[in-house]
């Protein structure tokens, strides 16, 4: 039986009489000419073809812009100058028909062909969606990372993985966009925001190959001062703020030997 909601749904799934795809996939580069081939790849292979894939450049001077040409109308694409990775994420969000959206990284490329079509159906529009993701290291490594959902976690470390969460659309409006004025932290910031709100709802699916080499990872004095900065603005208490980030700090050096 088709819901009323079911049936809106449908009946916005239209404009001017063409229909829009259900997922937008947002991608933003910069100079990764070495990289966005294999993310290009792995969104054209998928068997789930409702879709559009997104392009948010920032200006790019390698050879970026001509890959983008090679795939023609199966990507919409701009090239411009912009503030940073968030500022084009938030560029590619406003461009999007789709009733979901998942930012995918220009250095990161989905898991396997199918599993978008795996995904898809589990999409909860009451919930934080989230998968899975595999993180890929410099010397050829992987290590699976799955998180069970609790939120008290989430003011120490950002566990949840950006890169396989899906936000619907009408998230994004209730909940604004990216916070452009952080350079790191700025999905952990909307990590925090979602769960003000939602509930979870985990898909224990691998969906996102995250390679180790990101901005957070290769900027862990930016990331630690940012990290502290969101939970600021998400107002919790200076004095344990900073104890939180003690823990962290003691917590990366352990990490590091």
């Known amino acids: ?3 009323d909601a079911d049936r809106a749904d449908e009946a916005t799934a239209w404009t001017k009489g063409r229909r829009v795809p259900l997922l937008s996939i947002v991608t933003a580069t910069y100079n990764s000419a070495a990289t966005v081939r294999d993310t290009l790849e792995s969104v054209r292979r998928q068997t789930f073809r409702d879709f559009e894939h997104i392009i948010v450049d920032g200006g790019s001077t390698d050879a970026t812009i001509n890959i983008l040409k090679e795939y023609g109308s199966s990507i919409r694409w701009i090239s411009e100058p912009d503030r940073g990775i968030y500022d084009a994420m938030n560029k590619g969000i406003t461009m999007s028909r789709g ?6 990284n220009s250095d990161d490329h989905y898991s396997s062909d199918d599993v978008l079509a795996r995904i898809v159906p589990h999409l909860r529009s009451d919930a934080i ?16 990372q799955r998180y069970s959902f609790r939120k008290w976690p ?3 470390s950002a566990f949840l993985p950006h ?8 998230q994004y409006k209730e909940l604004g ?3 452009a004025n952080f ?12 769960v003000g709100k939602y509930n979870a709802n985990h898909i224990p699916l691998e969906m996102t190959v995250m390679h180790q080499a990101g901005v957070s990872a290769t900027n862990l004095g930016v990331s630690m001062r940012e ?20 823990i962290r700090r003691i917590w990366w050096k352990v990490r590091s030997l």
Not at 129 to 144: A, K, L, Q, V
Not at 227 to 246: D, S, W
Request: one cysteine or more.
């Open 129 to 144: 969606n989230y998968c899975d993701i595999i993180r890929s290291s410099p010397d050829g490594s992987r290590t699976s």
């Open 154 to 156: 989430l003011y120490f």
């Open 1 to 3: 039986m088709i819901s």
């Open 227 to 246: 990290f502290g900065e969101v939970l600021q603005k998400h107002n919790v208490p200076g004095a344990l703020i900073g104890m939180i980030m003690a």
């Open 163 to 170: 890169p396989a969460l899906i936000v619907s659309a009408a």
């Open 183 to 194: 350079r790191v932290a700025a999905d952990h910031d909307m990590i925090l925001r979602l």
């Open 177 to 179: 966009l990216y916070d």
């Open 99 to 104: 009733r979901w959206i998942h930012l995918l």
